[in-house]
């Protein structure tokens, strides 16, 4: 039989057979716990936790279980494809890496974990510009990999562009561009630590190789702590820039061919907004919780950003995907494709490399054999009908 991605499951009962259970858990809560047991307690407050009282977090989950799946019968789902093109970028499944900063609080492959995964499936992947490795040692690690660069755009305009154009030339394929943090959000479980990973000098790979944010210090990052300490709080100074606006946008163009996506849309109208300036897709999304708390379930700004952008360009998804059973709920919802973010960096935690392998696969089995069951053999075939909303 050609492979299906379902046939992991498959995988896992032989083994059963011979006496072997699974070594990781299957299930994104059973990840979470077994993940919070292997970080310290300041990372897992980092990557589990969200704004504010954590309202939005909640309602991210909350919005999924009011869609309901009704499955169709005897519709002939032997073959299935799941494979799909988004901007140029061919993936195995409509299924993305998201970008995670400051990976090696969590593990110390990190991002090269996370690209070699995404090569290891054929999915694509979103390296974070506060990733710990830089953007060219990633696609040193991963080089076959489909890699997205993820841009926090500096108040430094040299930097933002010197960021781009090493990430065109390292061979990204497309800048996603997050326009819902320029600044951290207040994180209740982060400020009970008084930690933040990045005041540790995690994440900063990127800037502390970047020329240009080299030639704004008075002595390089690695000649010494006091050296370190200056460095990351010049990090600090121009990480975030509240000042852009949408017209800015065309500048982010003229550094680059490469298609330009904003992440961080809720509003139908910043969909519109974005796609007027220029941009060639959007990913609605609300960072996971980790915002603007009290912020609207993004499941539930999808179906509006949806209808807003129509055909103009590719609609992604995040915020609150946990099983494949979401995942088809988000490409019925109108998503051309979703991104998952603590999802991988849970496997992350537990075994590196092979466990973002393993919470993918599991994703991704669970993705196709409920697809097939409902009655669809590709998400192309998914859209609202497939739905019904329990109130
Ligand atoms: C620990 C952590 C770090 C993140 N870092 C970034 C980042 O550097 N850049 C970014 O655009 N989004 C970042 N995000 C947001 C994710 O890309 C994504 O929007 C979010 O995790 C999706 O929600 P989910 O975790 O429910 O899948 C981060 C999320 C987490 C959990
Ligand atoms: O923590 C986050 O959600 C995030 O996006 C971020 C921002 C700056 C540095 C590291 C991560």
Redesign the pocket.
């Known amino acids: 039989m050609a492979g299906h991605l379902g046939d992991f499951q498959l995988e896992i009962y032989l083994r059963g057979l011979a006496g072997e259970r699974p070594e990781l858990p299957v299930t994104y809560d059973e990840l979470e716990v077994a993940a919070r047991g292997a970080m310290t307690a300041e990372a897992f407050a980092?990557?589990a936790g969200g704004a504010g009282s954590e309202r939005t977090l909640r309602a991210?989950r909350a919005a999924f279980d009011r869609w309901r799946l009704v499955p169709r019968m005897l519709r002939s789902v032997t073959d299935r494809e799941l494979s799909t093109e988004v901007l140029g970028t061919p993936m195995a499944a409509p299924v993305l890496l998201?970008?995670?900063?400051?990976a090696s609080v969590i593990h110390p492959d990190a991002e090269r974990a996370q690209a070699r995964a995404a090569a290891d499936l054929g999915l694509a992947s979103?390296l974070?510009?506060?990733a710990s490795t830089s953007m060219e040692e990633v696609a040193a690690a991963a080089p076959e990999a489909n890699r997205w660069f993820?841009l926090?755009w500096p108040n430094d305009p040299e930097l933002a562009e010197s960021l781009v154009r090493r990430a065109e030339r390292a061979g990204y394929r497309a800048i996603?561009v997050?326009v819902d943090?320029w600044t951290m959000a207040w994180r209740p479980r982060d400020l009970a630590l008084g930690h933040l990973p990045f005041l540790h000098g995690h994440?900063l790979a990127n800037y502390f190789s970047d020329p240009v944010f080299r030639s704004r210090l008075a002595a390089p990052p690695e000649s010494g702590p006091e050296a370190r300490r200056a460095a990351i709080l010049a990090f600090t100074g121009l990480f975030g820039n509240p000042s852009l606006s949408w017209s800015d946008l065309a500048t982010l163009r003229s550094w680059t061919t490469l298609p330009v996506l904003v992440?961080?849309v809720c509003h139908p109208d910043d969909a519109r907004a974005a796609l007027d300036a220029g941009a060639d897709g959007v990913v609605v999304?609300n960072?996971?919780?980790?915002q603007v708390d009290g912020a609207r379930a993004a499941l539930d700004c999808l179906v509006d950003v949806a209808d807003a952008v129509a055909a103009r360009g590719p609609v992604l998804f995040?915020?609150?995907?946990?099983s494949g059973a979401d995942v088809l709920v988000a490409l019925a919802l109108g998503a051309d494709a979703v991104?998952?973010?603590?999802?991988w960096?849970f496997g992350l935690a537990l075994a590196g490399h092979r466990g973002v392998v393993h919470a993918m696969r599991a994703l991704l089995a669970e993705l196709d054999l409920t697809m097939a069951l409902a009655g669809y053999r590709s998400p192309a075939d998914l859209d609202r009908r497939a739905l019904a909303f329990e109130r």
């Open positions: 980092y990557v991210n998201a970008p995670v900063g400051t979103v974070s510009t506060a993820q926090y996603v997050t943090t994440g992440k961080g999304s960072h996971g919780g980790r995040d915020s609150g995907i946990r991104l998952v973010g603590r999802l960096a």
